[in-house]
């Protein structure tokens, strides 16, 4: 499906999708407002729970900058707890998950290259779940735990129609476009909210989902521009997101900065065996708008820009590879038989039993 429509009014998106081959590079936004959260969120008591999140929460809006000062006190005291599960997850204790190899400093492609224990109905045999059981966990600004969703169009900014949850059946890509109003946006209070996505299993367990921001830079070099849904060596993956904020830019009650995702893609790849998935991977592209300048009036895609959700269903090419390097050793083996096999029959008709081969 591919759908490109007009939301008038709708607060959902920002700048248009950069053209370019990488996300544009977006500075942090640091206000004295955000100073004041900062020095709530970390306080005296690190043991906080609410606060911790949010810290954790104020460095998402930072798009993961390890060199801000929210980043590197949630590091800082993230890195003082264990893990407080057996599996390759990577949660502090008492603490929001942020980032995947903070703790267990593990590769996305070792991330990626988890199946989880979900039967996916992918030919219309009745044979496993027909629709894709994502679920969101959702927070606050200041911490305060919102509540589970199931997902459905929480990841679009598009007006719903009856085709907006078709990304969830199995198989199936899906790509839809439109064009979002701003002013609401830049002019009305926004309740920022803050997602981690999990897929369901068949045992009813509640799976992370990796998260790639584009837009993230480590020393200065954006590591996950330009990634799929199995090119993942030498990204950052990450646990939690928002789609739109203007509370991180608002001071003296003035919002003066927009940031907000511009571009969300869902990566589905198929696994080996039948009707199963690796995890999924979702990118988010932000971008920035000076609030001060957005106008109603505006219909260029400063104040209207075009928004994009997409969802790709993929094979991984690893067991492709696999299987055609099989059948070209076969073929060589094969080849080299069929050669001998001649050589003898030639052999055998141009000297006779008793002939000498002539060595001179």
């Known amino acids: 499906q591919d759908h490109e429509r007009h939301a008038?009014?709708?607060?959902?998106?920002?700048?248009?999708?950069?053209?370019?081959?990488t996300p544009p590079t977006l500075p942090p936004?640091?206000?004295?407002?955000?100073?004041?959260?900062?020095?709530?969120?970390?306080?005296?008591?690190?043991?906080n729970i609410q606060g911790c999140e949010q810290l954790g929460n104020l460095c998402v809006l930072q798009l993961y900058d390890e060199t801000t000062v929210v980043c590197q006190a949630y590091e800082r005291i993230a890195e003082t707890r264990s893990s407080t599960s057996e599996s390759n997850y990577d949660a502090p204790q008492g603490m929001p998950w942020l980032y995947y190899g903070l703790l267990n400093h593990q590769d996305a492609s070792a991330i990626a290259g988890t199946v989880p224990q979900l039967t996916l109905d992918l030919s219309s045999s009745g044979a496993g779940v027909s629709s894709l059981p994502f679920v969101l966990a959702t927070y606050a600004l200041n911490g305060t735990f919102l509540g589970l969703q199931n997902v459905s169009a929480q990841l679009q900014f598009c007006p719903p129609t009856p085709q907006s949850s078709g990304w969830l059946l199995p198989g199936y890509s899906y790509a839809e476009q439109c064009t979002v109003q701003l002013f609401g946006l830049a002019s009305d209070s926004l309740d920022t909210?803050?997602?981690?996505?999990?897929?369901?299993?068949?045992?009813?367990?509640?799976i992370p989902v990796p998260v790639r921001?584009?837009?993230?830079?480590?020393?200065?070099?954006?590591?996950?521009?330009?990634?799929?849904?199995?090119?993942?060596?030498?990204?950052?993956?990450?646990?939690?997101?928002?789609?739109?904020?203007?509370?991180?830019?608002?001071?003296?009650?003035?919002?003066?900065?927009?940031?907000?995702?511009?571009?969300?893609?869902?990566?589905i790849t198929k696994a080996d065996s039948d009707g199963s998935i690796y995890i999924p991977m979702v990118d988010i592209e932000y971008s920035e708008r000076d609030a001060t300048l957005v106008s109603d009036t505006d219909a260029s895609t400063f104040s209207a820009p075009a928004f994009s959700f997409t969802v790709h269903y993929t094979m991984s090419m690893s067991s492709f590879y696999n299987t055609m390097q099989i059948v070209f050793s076969l073929l060589c083996i094969f080849a080299g038989m069929v050669a001998f096999h001649r050589a003898r029959i030639w052999s055998d008709r141009n000297y006779a039993p008793a002939e000498q081969w002539d060595m001179h």
Do not use: H, K, M
Request: glycine residues 12%; proline residues 3%; without cysteine.
């Open 29 to 47: 936004i640091q206000t004295p407002a955000r100073t004041g959260y900062i020095t709530r969120a970390a306080g005296e008591d690190e043991w």
């Open 193 to 206: 909210v803050f997602y981690d996505l999990f897929l369901t299993d068949d045992t009813n367990t509640l």
């Open 213 to 267: 921001i584009l837009n993230f830079l480590s020393a200065g070099v954006q590591v996950n521009a330009g990634g799929s849904g199995t090119a993942t060596t030498g990204n950052r993956l990450f646990r939690r997101f928002f789609l739109a904020d203007n509370a991180a830019g608002t001071q003296d009650g003035i919002i003066s900065a927009l940031r907000v995702a511009t571009t969300v893609t869902v990566w």
């Open 8 to 21: 008038g009014g709708l607060p959902g998106s920002s700048s248009a999708p950069d053209l370019a081959d």
